[in-house]
């Protein structure tokens, strides 16, 4: 297991005891800022403190540069029609071959 939170002690604590979560350092000024910058707009959005932990908490991720993504078959997703799912273009995608 990559222990990525370690690799910015000045942003993340440690491992909170018995999760894969890490706690945002309250001295990180900025990150605390931007995690509640949403949230001081519209209570309804953005990041809160967890309410039992009173920090931010999330998950520590290492991005590698070796990994692919597996391919993606949007129809595959959405093959009939639903009511409740909108089928969309995502224009980000490659086109389907034909």
Do not use: C
């Amino acid at each position: 297991m990559v222990d990525g939170a370690s690799a910015y002690p000045d942003r993340f604590s440690g491992y909170v005891a018995g999760t894969a979560l890490v706690g945002v350092r309250e001295d990180n000024k900025k990150l605390i800022q931007l995690l509640e910058k949403d949230n001081k707009l519209d209570p309804s959005k953005g990041y809160v403190r967890d309410p039992v932990l009173k920090v931010f908490t999330g998950w520590a991720l290492e991005k590698t540069e070796d990994v692919k993504a597996p391919l993606f078959d949007q129809d595959g997703l959405f093959p009939g029609p639903t009511i409740n799912l909108w089928h969309y273009r995502d224009a980000r995608l490659p086109l389907k071959k034909m």
